[in-house]
């Protein structure tokens, strides 16, 4: 589901403003995105609400640091990620992000033409090598940038760029041959 990129931003410098009620803001435009990472990651309803209740604290407590003209997206999934992280360390379990969990697609709300669809796309990612999945996770599902990407992945730009670039050209070549 895609959501306004700008209006999230202007909800952030609401908050930052001192508006704490932006916080509901937040949750309307980009809860359910930031649940689906922190489940990712810990792998346990109970435990992904609490990754969420504390990312909002974080974003409260860090609204500050928070850049008007950067992504606003980006920051908050990181903060979610990170809290997410630290909850696993705090439980002493071993910390991993599977991305091939994060690339289900199909909702069972979906039209049985967009779930196929979706199907079809959850095929084409399995079939790229890991270095690919992961920096297409990073910039479609985060939203990250490619120095961002660069930034989180000790990759170069240049090199974040090639795989981004391969990856979707395997998806394009994929995604065509399935067309008919």
């Keep these: 589901m895609a959501f306004d990129h700008g209006q999230l931003n202007e909800i952030l410098c609401v908050l930052k403003a001192g508006n704490t009620q932006a916080l509901d803001g937040i949750l309307i435009t980009v809860g359910r995105r930031m649940f689906a990472l922190a489940l990712g990651i810990v792998k346990n ?97 985060l939203e990250f940038t490619v120095r961002e990407i660069a930034r989180e992945t000790g990759m170069s730009k240049s090199g974040v760029q090639r795989a981004i670039e391969s990856a979707e050209k395997k998806l394009k070549e994929f995604l065509g041959q399935n067309d008919g």
């Design 45 to 141: 309803r109970e435990d992904a609400e609490d990754v969420l209740q504390e990312s909002f604290l974080k974003i409260a407590k860090g609204i500050h640091a928070y850049r008007e003209d950067t992504n606003g997206y980006a920051w908050v999934m990181r903060i979610v990620r990170n809290c997410a992280f630290d909850f696993l360390r705090k439980r002493k379990i071993r910390a991993t992000e599977d991305i091939d969990s994060f690339f289900h697609l199909s909702d069972e709300g979906y039209s049985e033409e967009k779930q196929a669809r979706s199907l079809v796309l959850e095929e084409a990612i399995s079939r790229l090598q890991q270095e690919e999945k992961r920096v297409i996770y990073y910039r479609y599902y």
